[in-house]
């Protein structure tokens, strides 16, 4: 898996200048279904999760690179109930059974570059979240497809 130039940016991540509080609220609702404990894995500096840890969940958040893990902390390391950790979303060293729910957003899992990879990390969540818990997704396909 490459990380292109991400970590060049991570002091400039959420300049988009959109308010996402709709994608947050999402997450949020989803979540809910399950469970308190959630992975957002894949997550640059975390601002799904630092929503989420503000509104009641207890939120793990990851990422690769560390500049992107490093801001995020920076950020929302003083709000409750947050973590956050670099890892590879493929190589998760959780205990099993231990989110209530995952979700990678930001049709992220396209920096996966294989199919191989894919499954190396739908297989790391799977192994961390408890037998009732519940896996979120965001995925995109080409115009052509």
């Known amino acids: 898996m490459t990380i292109g130039n991400y970590e060049k940016y991570a002091t400039l991540w959420d300049w988009s200048g959109y308010d996402r509080t709709e ?3 999402f997450w949020s609702k ?4 399950y469970g308190n ?3 957002s894995p894949m997550a640059a500096i975390g601002e799904v999760g630092a929503y989420m840890s ?3 969940f207890n939120v793990t958040v990851s990422d690769l690179t560390r500049e992107m893990v490093a801001e995020g902390h920076k950020r929302y ?3 409750p109930n947050i973590e956050f950790i670099q890892a590879d979303v493929r190589y998760h060293n959780f205990t099993q ?3 209530d729910f995952a979700f990678i957003g930001s049709t992220d899992l396209h920096h996966l570059q294989t199919i191989e990879d894919v499954r190396m990390a739908l297989q790391s969540i799977h192994h961390c979240l408890k037998p ?11 115009s052509n497809q």
């Open 97 to 99: 059974d231990i989110f």
């Open 30 to 33: 989803m979540a809910s279904h």
């Open 132 to 142: 009732a818990g519940g896996l979120g997704l965001e995925l995109w396909y080409p």
């Open 54 to 56: 503000n509104n009641g």
């Open 77 to 79: 390391g003083h709000l």
């Open 37 to 39: 404990k959630v992975l």
């Open 23 to 25: 994608e947050f609220e």
